[in-house]
């Protein structure tokens, strides 16, 4: 197992961080803090957290009126829920920059502007609350909540004091993911984000025109800075976790 993991993961991640270093500490720094740079990570980092915010609670109302709702039609919308999972990304730009590019159908065109990577990361990220909460809520224990109401509680109260808390470690966990995969998408919006440095260029696009400009170790060094991110928030996430089952 562990030499399975080593080559499919280890290695490769070690190669970049090698990479990232062949111009020296020096090298490393001038890469990942030139203006260009710090542009782009900047405006991912923004574009993933409003992102999260969104899908904590668009996820956890979608995850709850599937488990809780009945209505016609429930199937094929928790099939519909799985689509970015199954679709490739670039598919998925593309898709999106038909219906909202210059050439609209609807009459709405963001493409090329900060909202339109923000729709494209929504769509990409959409499953991971509500595949978290979901599973959560069909477990949860209504005796709870209907001995609440019975004491006259208001379903209001009862959901921040008695469904909530038991909610929050599958939503911060969903939302984890969700930021990780944000932080790291390229497919769903190289197309409808235009690249515009200093406006819409997310940093895995930036990664690429470094690549394509031949600069490998800027492009590593970039990388290495977005993997450190990513590990991170999922670090902090586990700790949680941890927290929140031992306490």
Not at 57 to 74: H, K
Not at 177 to 187: D, I, K, V
């Amino acid at each position: 197992m562990i030499l399975w993991l080593s080559v499919i993961v280890l290695l490769p991640l070690a190669a970049v961080v090698v990479k990232s270093t062949d111009g020296g500490l020096a090298g490393f720094w001038d890469a990942v803090t030139s203006p260009q740079s710090v542009a782009a990570i900047k405006f991912t980092l923004l574009t993933s957290f409003v992102v999260v915010v969104i899908n904590a609670v668009m996820g956890t109302v979608i995850a709850w009126v599937l488990v809780r709702d009945d209505f016609a039609g429930r199937r094929f919308v928790s099939a519909l829920i799985d689509l970015p999972f199954a679709l490739p990304t670039i598919v998925a730009g593309l898709t999106l920059l038909a219906l909202y590019g210059p050439r609209s159908p609807i009459g709405v065109n963001v493409a090329f502007t900060k909202a339109a990577v923000v729709l494209a990361l929504l769509f990409v990220t959409l499953p991971f609350v509500v595949r978290a909460v979901q599973p959560v809520l069909m477990e949860l224990d209504r005796e709870m909540e209907e001995a609440a109401a019975s004491l006259g509680a208001r379903p209001l109260t009862i959901f921040r004091q008695i469904i909530l808390p038991n909610l929050q470690p599958a939503i911060v966990a969903g939302c984890s993911l969700g930021f990780a995969r944000a932080l790291g998408e390229f497919g769903s919006v190289v197309l409808i984000s235009g690249n515009i440095p200093f406006k819409t260029e997310v940093a895995s696009v930036f990664i690429f025109s470094q690549i394509g400009n031949d600069n490998v170790t800027g492009a590593a060094a970039v990388s290495v800075v977005l993997l450190a991110l990513s590990m991170v928030v999922l670090a902090l996430v586990a700790r949680l976790g941890r927290s929140w089952y031992d306490g």
